[in-house]
């Protein structure tokens, strides 16, 4: 009976002690996005670019700053396992949540190590400020999207044209050139992310702020100029967008 009571205690002791997360192989969705199994994270704290954003470097030219910012991630993760502690649901998404993410024996947070690096900005709403030296340090040493010029992921994502233009190579006299190419008329598509986002007003009706367009959708070849791009379903939904109607339904399984 006392080897038992002892068993049990131990047991006890374990499930209390054990951290809350497992550790598992991530697959980053962009740099403010991983998955671990069937769970999908957004990184606490942080405002990462989404694959689509452009931004500009020092000299001035057009670079992929939303691809290279999921890079940088998936190098700072290099292949190791990962461990995120859930701490609620993602109020802009019901099919993800909000985690505190780190690699497994790295007490850094990959939150902070993207603020470090410069590729993503303090999100003041939910990091209360505490990422805020970090992202200081990186701008002093242009750092990442530092080094040029670009505006808040989040106002990139809204379509704010006139959003602050933030960097240490934003001259004043050349705001026109630089939000036009923070905003071009024809967006690239990244790589595999072939779905078209439209900001539209009427998308306002169902609570979103644009429509996406899937290839199955007979908008999809008349839409030239989309205003998003997006790689799944999910991360339409996700970034505010609603399904166009006209599109045809998924084909039932026979």
């Given at each position: 009976m006392r080897f038992r009571a002892s068993l049990l205690t131990t047991l006890?002791?374990?499930c209390l002690t054990a951290p809350p997360g497992l550790a598992a192989s991530a697959v980053i969705k962009d740099a403010g996005t991983v998955q671990l199994g069937n769970t999908t994270y957004r990184l606490d704290g942080i405002d990462a670019p989404p694959l689509d954003q452009l931004c500009t470097d020092e000299h001035a030219d057009v670079w992929s700053c939303g691809i290279e910012a999921r890079d940088q991630l998936t190098k700072l993760i290099g292949g190791k396992p990962v461990r995120c502690d859930d701490i609620g649901a993602d109020p802009s998404s019901k099919k993800r949540r909000l985690g505190v993410c780190k690699i497994e024996g790295d007490?850094?947070?990959?939150?902070?190590?993207?603020?470090?690096?410069?590729?993503?900005l303090n999100l003041e709403a939910s990091a209360t400020g505490r990422f805020k030296p970090d992202?200081?340090?990186?701008?002093?040493?242009?750092?990442?999207?530092?080094?040029?010029?670009?505006?808040?992921?989040?106002?990139?994502?809204?379509?704010?044209?006139?959003?602050?233009?933030l960097g240490n190579s934003c001259p004043a006299d050349r705001d026109t050139q630089i939000r036009a190419a923070l905003f071009p008329d024809s967006l690239p598509m990244p790589a595999s992310c072939n779905i078209k986002g439209k900001y539209a007003v009427r998308a306002r009706v169902t609570g979103n702020i644009g429509i996406y367009h899937l290839q199955a959708c007979r908008s999809y070849p008349?839409?030239?100029?989309?205003?998003?791009?997006?790689?799944?379903?999910?991360?339409?939904?996700?970034?505010?967008?609603?399904?166009?109607?006209?599109?045809?339904?998924?084909?039932k399984g026979k």
């Open positions: 006890l002791l374990t007490p850094t947070s990959l939150s902070q190590l993207l603020i470090q690096k410069g590729y993503a992202e200081g340090a990186a701008r002093d040493n242009r750092a990442g999207l530092w080094k040029g010029c670009f505006v808040a992921p989040h106002d990139f994502r809204l379509g704010k044209k006139d959003g602050a233009l008349g839409l030239t100029n989309p205003d998003r791009w997006f790689c799944s379903e999910e991360d339409a939904q996700a970034a505010g967008f609603r399904r166009a109607y006209n599109c045809r339904p998924p084909a």
